[in-house]
Every structure is written in C-alpha cells, then in structure tokens.
C-alpha cells in the first residue's frame, strides 16, 4: 500500500525534498505577504492589541511558523515602532535553511511565545495520510462522514496535532491564515505547485505539495476561545479597506495603497482565506470585533 504520508512528507522535508533544500514558497506561488506591507501592518496591530490584552510584558514576541523566506517576519520587525518595537522579539520557524534577516532569529522548532503566533500558510504543507472510501478512519468518521466509495480524502489528525501543540505554546493569540473548507464542504484537494503555476503532486521534491485545511477539527483539537473569520473581514477589522485620498504623489502612493490592500482582501483570492484566531489566556473578543463567520469560496477548490 502506498504511504501518502511519508513520500509527502519526504517529498518536502526530506535530504532532496522541495523546503530541505532551501526552496521558499515566494519562488513558486503568491502570498499575502508578498503584496506588500500591508498584512505586517494589520499583524502588528493585532499583536498590538494582544500586547494589551498582556499587560505590556518586558518581552512581547511575534513567532512566525513556516516562515518560508522569512518575509512577513522581517516585515513585522521592520515595521513595528514605539515601545512595542523595543520590547519586540521576532522569531521564524522553518525546517529549511535560514535567511540571514537583521532583527530575526531562525529556529526549526515552535518556541514558546508571549505574544502572537501566526501560521501563515503553513497547515496546508503538513503532510496527512491519504485514504480511499469507505473508511473506518476515527478522523474521517468524525470530520468526513460524507466520503463516498472510491473518494479520496486527506485525513488532518497531524495537522490538528501539529496546530494544538502550537497553541499550547502561546500565551497571547495564535493565528493559522490558510485556505481550507469545512465539514458542508469536504473535497480532496491534494495539489502541487511549481514556478508559479498548479501541477499534478508529484513525490520527487520537484514541487510544492498542499491540501486544504480542515478548519473545524482544527480548532476543535487546539480547543479554548477561537474564532474563524474571513481574511478580507479581519483585516477591515484591523483597519486595512483601502481607502483613497490626497492629490498628486499623494493620491497615486494611496492609489497603489489601495490595489494592494484589495488583492489582499479578494473574497475570490486571499481575501477568502481562513483565519482562525485563538486566544490563549486572551479573550477574543478583545482582539477582533465580532464578525461574519468564514465561508469556504468554492473559486478557492481549483484542483488539477
């Protein structure tokens, strides 16, 4: 029987595999952080809030798991200012090899954490065991029960596991930003990405391989206070709608201000990812408003 599990994951982190040897995710698809600076910008003013939430403690942290190329880590310790920047410690989390960044530290372990955890498109990359229907699988009779004969499902017990044990970690708010669907939504998603367009997944390291995250059993495994919203509602909470104003030089930085922040607030696009906000000695309430409960877009299940 062939083991999904362990060809995905010797495909992304084994000695040849696709993130072992230092490929980063900037080189093969777009993300959020690669917009601009606008999603380091809401981050810190959640992190701020959070900070709050805290009491201001000597050390506040901003620990960025899968941090790929490092770049929405640097971009928070770029940004951030005031007291927060003196108290800040920004650390990125990647099994690959770090990238030299003033003001970051690299790990490839989840460290504890003060302050703000963010899995921003890391879930999706933990390798699951794939299973065919019917299946007596405890995971899939609880999260899948819809699965028909012959379908095929991604079973995410490892990445509920992976998820609750970084939650466990925090004392603060941990924030996993991915794409995924919920139990009305199930689909195998299983897909692989390579120079910037969707490919066949392939267990050679040639490609990057994902699947969507199962958001539900996810925040069931972490457990306490947690909310899943949309990314374009939170970062209108956080206050990212992208206004223009000004004439002039002016006007056209707002212009491009506000191209940028709509790309990241698509409900077609990054806009429609998931953000499921955990508070971990913090309410939630504190740190977003209420809003709209997440939906899957089904523009988002584009499987090859």
């Known amino acids: 029987m062939f083991d999904w599990e362990a060809a995905w ?3 992304l982190y084994g000695p040849t595999g696709f993130f072992a040897r230092g490929e980063k995710p900037s080189s093969h698809f777009r993300t959020s952080p690669l917009v601009g600076p606008e999603l380091a910008e809401a981050l810190l003013t959640l992190l701020a809030r959070v900070d709050a939430a805290l009491g201001f403690p000597p050390v506040v942290d901003f620990v960025d798991v899968g941090a790929g190329g ?17 108290r800040l410690r920004v650390t990125a989390v990647e099994l690959g090899p770090p990238v030299e960044l003033p003001g970051v530290r690299w790990t490839s372990v ?8 963010v899995g921003h498109e890391w879930l999706d990359s933990i390798p699951c065991p794939v299973v065919t229907g019917p299946s007596s699988d405890p995971w899939i009779t609880r ?4 699965l028909g004969d012959g379908e095929q499902a991604e079973v995410g017990a490892p990445r509920d596991a992976a998820w609750a044990a970084a939650v466990s970690s925090v004392r603060g708010a941990a924030l996993a930003i991915d794409y995924g669907h919920l139990m009305s939504s199930r689909r195998f998603t299983l897909t692989g990405y390579r120079g910037g367009r969707q490919v066949p997944p392939v267990f050679d390291g040639s490609c990057d391989i994902t699947a969507h995250v199962a958001f539900d059993s ?5 457990g306490g206070d947690w909310v899943l919203v949309s990314q374009r509602d939170a970062l ?19 212009a491009a201000r506000a191209g940028r922040i709509a790309e990241l607030r698509d409900p077609h696009g990054l806009g429609g990812f998931g953000w499921l906000l955990h508070g971990c000695g913090v309410a939630v309430a504190d740190l977003l408003p209420a809003l709209p ?5 089904p523009a988002s299940f584009s499987v090859t």
């Open 9 to 11: 994951h010797a495909a």
């Open 218 to 222: 996810a925040a069931d495994a972490a």
């Open 110 to 117: 989840v460290p504890s954490c003060v302050g703000l955890l």
């Open 70 to 86: 490092g770049e929405l880590a640097f971009a928070v310790r770029s940004l951030a200012s005031g007291s927060l920047a003196s």
């Open 143 to 146: 999260w899948w029960p819809s």
């Open 293 to 297: 409960p997440w939906r899957p877009n």
């Open 236 to 254: 209108a909470a956080l206050g990212l709608t992208g206004a223009v104003s000004g004439s002039g030089w002016e006007w056209l930085e707002s």
